[in-house]
């Protein structure tokens, strides 16, 4: 089973940026597609980007496109997020997401937490 470790947040003030990166355990990495999405306090957990196995496909949700961008070294196992001119309400809890063979995302990390101040 896959462990994804992710790392990197912390408190910005707006405008700042952070780089999220995730770590994979496994050999498999290479060959799955990645994700990040987030949960703020009291609401639902929500998708915020996608990469397919080789980077060629990927998906913002339009809340944070042209300020984020997400990426992966599949040499290094590890998937990262950019996160550029952050604002309040990009604080929350972000995860990273492994897709199944299904294409649903069916493993996550424990999360870390961004904070925004404005």
């Known amino acids: 089973q896959v462990q994804l470790v992710e790392s990197g947040g912390g408190l910005v003030q707006a405008g700042g940026s952070l780089r999220l990166s995730c770590a994979a355990s496994?050999?498999?990495?290479?060959?799955?597609?990645m994700g990040w999405f987030r949960q703020a306090p009291g609401k639902e957990r929500e998708f915020v980007a996608s990469?397919?196995?080789?980077?060629?496909?990927?998906a913002y949700a339009d809340s944070v496109k042209g300020r984020f961008t997400i990426s992966r070294d599949n040499a290094k196992n590890t998937v990262y997020l950019q996160m550029n001119s952050l604002r309040p309400e990009d604080t929350a809890d972000y995860y990273c997401a492994r897709r199944t063979a299904a294409g649903a995302f069916g493993s996550w990390g424990q999360g870390t937490q961004v904070t925004v101040s404005s």
């Open positions: 990469i397919n196995w080789s980077g060629g496909s990927i």
């Open positions: 496994g050999r498999t990495f290479s060959i799955y597609g």
